[in-house]
């Protein structure tokens, strides 16, 4: 299951452009609420309805493929403040899933010290958390290993992209990319 773990204030393109793109390939890909099954976006307001919070999909046993944190301010402070983010890391990275983030939220990895070595980026604001990270300066959307980091609301799209390509291969998300043979979403 691919988890996109939203906390109130999250940036709205960065966690509903994953989103859409996943279910365009067909994954089992959930917004999971922090706190509330309704957490509402800092730019347009945008409140998502999720199908259960953190501690919730913690009690579930269910496994993760890809841990999935959105920027945005105050949204990606409040991810690094709840105990329940650092329990999902915890979770995802026994599981071995990948562990993805863009814009500020890089830097709740960088400060538990888990990029160490690891090639990474944030939003230029938050490149100094990335502790003992190789941050490529020329590069928005980086992957090194289990790691996929990028560095804004602009990378939104070759992010998600990214995240695609990890879990279903490099022609599935340059499919989307050329908006070939996806299917539309159905409501």
Same mark, same amino acid.
């Given at each position: 299951?691919?988890?996109?773990?939203?906390?109130?204030?999250?940036?709205?393109?960065?966690?509903?452009?994953?989103?859409?793109?996943?279910?365009?390939?067909?994954a089992d890909v959930r917004p999971?609420?922090?706190?509330?099954?309704?957490?509402?976006?800092?730019?347009?307001?945008?409140?998502?309805?999720?199908?259960?919070?953190?501690?919730?999909?913690?009690?579930?046993?269910?496994?993760?493929?890809?841990?999935?944190?959105?920027?945005?301010?105050?949204?990606?402070?409040? #991810?690094?403040?709840?105990?329940?983010?650092?329990? #999902?890391?915890?979770?995802?990275?026994?599981?071995?899933?990948?562990?993805?983030?863009?814009?500020?939220?890089?830097?709740?990895?960088?400060?538990?010290?888990?990029?160490?070595?690891?090639?990474?980026?944030?939003?230029?604001?938050?490149?100094?958390?990335?502790?003992?990270?190789?941050?490529?300066?020329?590069?928005?959307?980086?992957?090194?290993?289990?790691?996929?980091?990028?560095?804004?609301?602009?990378?939104?799209?070759?992010?998600?992209?990214?995240?695609?390509?990890?879990?279903?291969?490099?022609?599935?998300?340059?499919?989307?990319?050329?908006?070939?043979?996806?299917?539309? #979403?159905?409501?």
């Open positions: 299951m691919i988890a996109i773990l939203l906390a109130e204030g999250f940036e709205d393109i960065e966690a509903l452009t994953p989103l859409d793109l996943f279910r365009r390939v067909g999971i609420g922090l706190t509330s099954r309704a957490p509402t976006g800092k730019c347009c307001g945008a409140q998502v309805t999720c199908p259960m919070t953190a501690e919730e999909l913690l009690s579930s046993g269910e496994r993760i493929d890809m841990l999935v944190l959105p920027g945005g301010l105050p949204g990606a402070t409040n #991810l690094d403040a709840s105990p329940l983010t650092h329990r #999902l890391i915890d979770k995802a990275e026994s599981e071995g899933a990948f562990l993805t983030a863009i814009c500020a939220a890089p830097f709740i990895y960088g400060k538990r010290g888990m990029l160490r070595g690891v090639r990474a980026t944030a939003f230029p604001d938050f490149r100094k958390y990335l502790e003992g990270a190789i941050i490529p300066e020329d590069e928005n959307v980086v992957r090194d290993g289990r790691f996929i980091t990028a560095a804004g609301m602009g990378a939104a799209f070759p992010f998600a992209c990214e995240l695609v390509a990890a879990l279903y291969g490099e022609e599935r998300a340059a499919q989307l990319a050329r908006h070939e043979r996806y299917a539309p #979403l159905r409501f």
